[in-house]
C-alpha cells in the first residue's frame, strides 16, 4: 500500500518547503506538487503539519543484561514506544563481557533485536584486548555492516576499557575506518569516591551524583579526546552531562580535531535536585549515568547544542521498573543505572527548543536524525527527505500538546523522568520504510518488521587523516 502525504511543509536539515511526499515499496518515490498516485494510494492529510524525517535515536540499551538484571524494555517494546514519539531507527549496544567472543555477543543481540518493529543497528562495546577482539572488529566492519566500536571509561570490574585497551581500540578504528565512542567518566574515580560515601553512611540515591562529580566525566572526556588526538582518529563522546566535558569537546573541535558529542534529553532538562528527594523509589528512578546535573549545566548544554559543539540528540534509553532499582535500597551503587526517554525526545527536543527560540525547525531536524545518519554514515538513505531514502517520516504538530506520564507512554517501565510535564509538539503520524506504525495516537506496530541497518566504514574521512599521519610520519634521524 503506497502513501500519499498531502499539503505538509516538508522540513529538512537544511531547508523547509512545501510539497507533497509519495512513498512506496518502503522508499521515498516522489516529492512535489499534483503527483500521479495509484487509486488504492493512502492519503495522508498533513495540511498544517510538519513532514520530517524520522527520528534516529543513536543511544539505546533494549533488554540489556546489566547490573544483576536485565532493562524492563524489549526491542519489539521500545521501537514501538519509540514510533509513537516519532523516532524510527534506534542504534542499541552489543556490550560483550570482559572475555566473551565479540562475534558471539553480537549474534546473541542481532538475535534479540529481530524481534524490533522499526529499523536498528548497533555500536559495539570493547570491553577487554587480545588480537581475537582486533580480528573480530575487522570481521564486523568488512562483512556486517558495523562502523562504530563504544568504550566505557566507566564501570570498574564490570565492562571499564582501561587506557590500553581504548588505545588498541581506536588504533584498530583508525585502520578499519570505523568511528569510536566513548562513555566518559573515571571509572577509578568513581570506584573510590563510592567507596568513600558508603564510609560515610550515604548509602541512598543522593550517594550516586556525589560519586561521580562533573570533574570525573571531564577528566575522561578529555582524556579520551586527547588520546584520539595523538592517534589522529576521530571519536565520539556519548551523553555529555556536563560543562567540564563540553568545554574538553569545544576546546578540540576549535583546534580542528574531529570530535562529536551527543548529549540526552534527560541531561537537558532534568537537574540533581532529583537526588535528593525523599521517596527513595522517585530518587533511585533517576540513576543513570552519567548523572543528571546541577541546573548551570543544563543551560550549558544547549549552549552546546546551538553553537553546533554537540551535534546529536538522544535517549540512552535503558528501563529499570522500581522492584528491579530496589537492588540499591541500602547501597546506592547497587542500583541498575538506566532511565528511558525514547518516546518524549522528540517532543522534549521541539518544546524545550524550537517553542522556546533555541533551535529552528530545522536545526531540530539536524539533531534528532540527520546528524546521526551523517556522523554513522547511513545518510541520505536514513535521516532525509529526498527520493530514494527510506520512507521513514514523522508528520509532526509542531502547535499540539500532551502531557507525559508513564499512566499513558508506551514505554515498559513504571516512571518517567518526564512526568506530568506537558509538551508541545507531537508525533500525529510515524512511517517506517512506508508502513504507517503509529497514527492519531494509535500504534500500527508488527513485532519483526523492523530491518538491521548496515553502516559501511568510513572512507573520506579517514583517508584523508591517514593522509595528514603521513605528511607527519616520524622519520629516524641519519646519525651515520
Ligand atoms: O552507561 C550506559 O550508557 C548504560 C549502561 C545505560 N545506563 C546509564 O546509566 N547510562
Ligand atoms: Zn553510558
Ligand atoms: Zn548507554
Redesign the pocket.
Given at each position: 500500500m503506497s502513501i500519499l502525504i498531502k499539503g505538509g511543509t516538508v522540513v529538512t536539515a537544511d531547508q523547509s518547503y512545501q510539497a507533497d511526499v509519495y512513498c512506496d515499496k518502503g522508499i521515498i518515490q516522489a516529492i512535489g506538487e499534483n503527483i500521479e498516485v495509484p487509486s488504492d494510494c493512502q492519503v495522508i492529510d498533513a495540511k498544517e503539519l510538519l513532514v520530517m524525517p524520522g527520528g534516529i535515536d543513536p543511544?539505546t540499551?533494549m533488554q540489556?543484561p546489566?547490573?544483576g538484571t536485565v532493562?524492563s524494555e524489549d526491542f519489539f517494546t521500545g521501537t514501538s514506544a519509540a514510533a509513537a514519539g516519532g523516532t524510527t531507527m534506534i542504534i542499541d549496544?552489543v556490550?560483550p563481557n570482559p572475555q566473551q567472543p565479540i562475534m558471539e555477543a553480537y549474534n546473541q543481540w542481532m538475535e534479540w533485536a529481530e524481534k524490533s518493529a522499526t529499523d536498528y543497528s548497533f555500536h559495539v562495546a570493547i570491553t577487554w584486548w587480545d588480537d581475537s577482539v582486533a580480528k573480530d572488529m575487522g570481521t564486523l566492519v568488512n562483512e556486517h555492516g558495523v562502523n562504530s566500536f563504544k568504550h566505557?571509561m566507566?564501570?570498574k570490574n564490570a565492562?571499564m576499557a582501561e587506557d590500553e585497551t581504548l588505545i588498541h581500540s581506536f588504533s584498530r578504528c583508525l585502520e578499519l575506518g570505523a568511528m569510536p565512542t566513548v562513555?566518559a567518566e573515571n571509572g577509578d574515580l568513581v570506584y573510590h569516591l563510592q567507596k568513600q560515601m558508603l564510609a560515610k553512611g550515604i548509602t541512598g540515591p543522593e550517594g550516586h551524583p556525589l560519586s561521580r562529580p562533573t570533574e570525573v566525566e571531564g577528566e575522561a572526556a578529555n582524556r579520551a579526546i586527547r588520546i584520539a588526538q595523538a592517534l589522529n582518529v576521530p571519536i565520539y563522546a556519548?551523553?555529555v552531562s556536563c560543562e567540564e566535558s563540553l568545554q574538553a569537546i569545544t576546546r578540540a573541535r576549535s583546534e580542528g580535531q574531529r570530535v562529536y558529542g551527543e548529549v540526552l534529553a534527560g541531561h537537558l532538562e532534568i537537574d540533581d535536585s532529583v537526588y535528593r528527594n525523599p521517596d527513595f523509589e522517585f530518587a533511585a528512578a533517576h540513576?543513570?549515568?552519567?548523572p543528571f546535573r546541577p541546573k548551570k549545566h543544563q543551560e550549558a548544554l544547549w549552549r552546546g547544542l546551538q553553537s553546533g559543539n554537540l551535534q546529536t540528540t538522544a535517549t540512552?534509553h535503558?528501563c529499570f521498573c522500581a522492584d528491579q532499582k530496589a537492588a540499591g535500597k541500602d547501597d546506592f551503587s547497587l542500583i541498575?543505572?538506566?532511565?528511558a526517554g525514547v518516546e518524549d525526545r522528540l517532543s522534549i527536543l521541539w518544546d524545550s527548543g524550537v517553542v522556546t527560540g533555541r533551535l529552528t525547525p530545522n536545526e531540530f531536524v539536524a539533531v534528532t536524525s540527520t546528524n546521526s545518519a551523517k556522523i554513522f554514515n547511513i545518510y541520505p538513505q536514513k535521516g532525509s527527505i529526498s527520493v530514494g531514502a527510506d520512507a521513514d517520516i514523522v508528520i509532526w504538530d509542531g502547535k499540539g500538546k500532551r502531557t507525559i506520564s508513564a499512566k499513558t507512554h508506551h514505554q515498559n517501565i513504571d516512571f518517567n523522568i518526564f512526568e506530568g510535564r506537558t509538551v508541545q509538539g507531537i508525533a500525529m503520524h510515524t512511517i517506517s520504510r512506508g508502513k504507517l506504525v503509529w497514527t492519531m495516537g494509535k500504534l500500527n506496530t508488527v513485532k519483526g518488521s523492523g530491518q538491521y541497518v548496515k553502516r559501511p566504514a568510513f572512507s573520506g574521512d579517514f583517508d584523508a587523516m591517514k593522509k595528514r599521519a603521513a605528511l607527519y610520519e616520524p622519520k629516524p634521524v641519519d646519525r651515520s
Open positions: 543511544h540499551h540489556l546489566f547490573m532493562a549496544f556490550i566505557f566507566a564501570y565492562i562513555h556519548v551523553h540513576v543513570m549515568s552519567p540512552d535503558c541498575p543505572n538506566g532511565t
